[in-house]
């Protein structure tokens, strides 16, 4: 149980357009999902918490405009990268947690989308 | 605020030697402390977790770890390594207060192992 699945798993698009991806909790409802950014050789850096029915929380550094987060429904997060430069490069993340109230609980983790802009 | 330092972002062992992968952390309350396996493109999975009780945490793939308050440490350790354990590992540590529901992970140390 507890599976997050993210798509695309890889995106190849032009610089100046806008990629979406999407992560689903396929067998859970997530009021909250988290979505990291990972630079090559490097760890996950949280970017940001999405909440269901409301706006998403940015972390320190992360432009807003940049990186649009909708979270629709208990099952649904999406993450569009908007005006995509090649520094926006990289491989994202998003988890979720099964039990939203349990912080000791682990977070589940979709495969990934590696986004390359050209 | 936590943070988690990871020793070493590569460590290398031959097949059945033991794996000894380090952590430290800092925290200003007791922590929720959690390892991750990742392969190369892919997401992270679960290895095991500390909440509370036992010191000693047990996870899967034959893999444990021992947090030690004293030493703020939560290393990972497995007793003979296997060629399928390549790969690169995070340790994770919760937030508290504002933060409280996100993990912050280590820089992650990338494990090889020789056959």
């Known amino acids: 149980g507890a599976v997050v699945s993210q798509h695309p798993s890889r995106v190849i698009c032009k610089s100046g357009t806008s990629v979406k991806i999407e992560c689903r909790s396929l067998?859970?409802?997530?009021?909250?999902m988290f979505w990291y950014r990972q630079f090559p050789k490097q760890s996950l850096m949280l970017m940001a918490t999405s909440n269901e029915g409301s706006k998403a929380t940015y972390e320190q550094g992360v432009e807003k405009d940049k990186f649009l987060i909708n979270h629709a429904s208990l099952t649904l997060s999406t993450l569009t990268v908007t005006s995509a430069h090649p520094e926006d490069s990289s491989f994202y993340i998003c988890?979720?947690?099964?039990?939203?109230?349990?912080?000791?609980?682990?977070?589940?983790f979709g495969n990934g989308t590696r986004l390359t802009v050209t | 605020a936590q943070s988690v330092t990871q020793l070493g972002s590569h460590v290398s062992v031959s097949e059945g030697a033991l794996v000894l992968l380090r952590c430290n952390y800092s925290?200003?309350?007791?922590?929720?402390l959690f390892w991750y396996v990742q392969y190369p493109n892919q997401g992270l999975q679960l290895l095991l977790k500390y909440t509370t009780g036992a010191t000693l945490v047990k996870g899967i793939n034959g893999f444990e770890a021992e947090f030690k308050k004293s030493e703020t440490s939560f290393h990972l350790t497995k007793p003979s390594a296997h060629m399928s354990d390549a790969a690169e590992y995070f340790c994770a540590v919760s937030g508290d207060g504002s933060t409280l529901g996100r993990l912050y992970f280590g820089r992650g140390t990338q494990l090889t192992v020789w056959p």
């Open positions: 925290s200003s309350v007791p922590p929720y």
């Open positions: 988890s979720a947690r099964d039990r939203p109230e349990g912080y000791n609980s682990p977070l589940h």
């Open positions: 067998d859970f409802q997530a009021t909250t």
